[in-house]
């Protein structure tokens, strides 16, 4: 919200500078604010924009409020769907939504995610979750350990058939190993976030260069 207030505010000072569409505006007269979210409208700042456009009747500034509404939907769904804890979760979540709503984003996202390998899918979300608590350092070493991971293909060969379906063949049909959530494994994801071997080493990092120029 805070990000998006300050959105609204750029728009604010910048709309002088935008082209009115004159023909539209003689036409507009009210301003229906019933898909507007409420919490949309609880910022004050939003609300002078709202009498500003009504004041003008300028369909150039309706437009960047649907837009910007739209924005704050969107984002609120993806909080209500990717707030889950596990995969299965997230994609049920993102199907109860579209078939409810018939909303497009919803439904390209869900489509998008069953065409996913469902290991890296749980990988991705594992990592996600992890780099939330960690410095930086502690993320690159471990993206650093799942991606020899998926290079070595030693748990799955995901990484190799990924790039044979979408730049060798072609055929944009990928056959996943595991091919779907179900079967995938807690070991499995496990293994991506540890060396390849006992005797691997760690990512170095330039640590004693960086300090020495803080």
Not at 179 to 188: A, F, G, Q, R
Request: net charge negative; hydrophobic share 40%.
């Amino acid at each position: 919200m805070e990000r998006l207030s300050i959105q609204i505010r750029r728009v604010y000072f910048t709309a002088p500078f935008l082209a009115v569409n004159q023909a539209c505006t003689s036409q507009l007269t009210n301003l229906d604010l019933q898909g507007v979210p409420q919490y949309f409208l609880s910022d004050i700042e939003t609300i002078l924009w709202l009498i500003e456009i009504r004041r003008r009747r300028s369909a150039a500034w309706l437009y960047l409020l649907l837009a910007a509404g739209k924005q704050v939907i969107v984002i609120e769904t993806l909080d209500k769907c990717f707030s889950h804890d596990t995969v299965e979760e997230i994609v049920d979540a993102l199907e109860t939504e579209a078939a409810k709503k018939q909303d497009a984003w919803c439904v390209a996202t869900s489509r998008k995610l069953q065409e996913t390998s469902p290991l890296s899918l749980k990988v991705s979300l594992r990592s996600i979750r992890q780099g939330r608590h960690q410095t930086l350092d502690q993320c690159l070493r471990r993206e650093y350990r799942m991606s020899l991971q998926a290079l070595y293909g030693q748990i799955s060969s995901d990484f190799c058939e990924g790039v044979r379906s979408r730049l060798v063949d072609r055929d944009l049909a990928p056959k996943w190993d595991p091919p779907s959530l179900e079967k995938v494994t807690d070991d499995m994801v496990d293994q991506y976030f540890s060396r390849l071997t006992a005797s691997e080493p760690e990512l170095e990092l330039p640590t004693q260069q960086r300090e020495a120029f803080t």
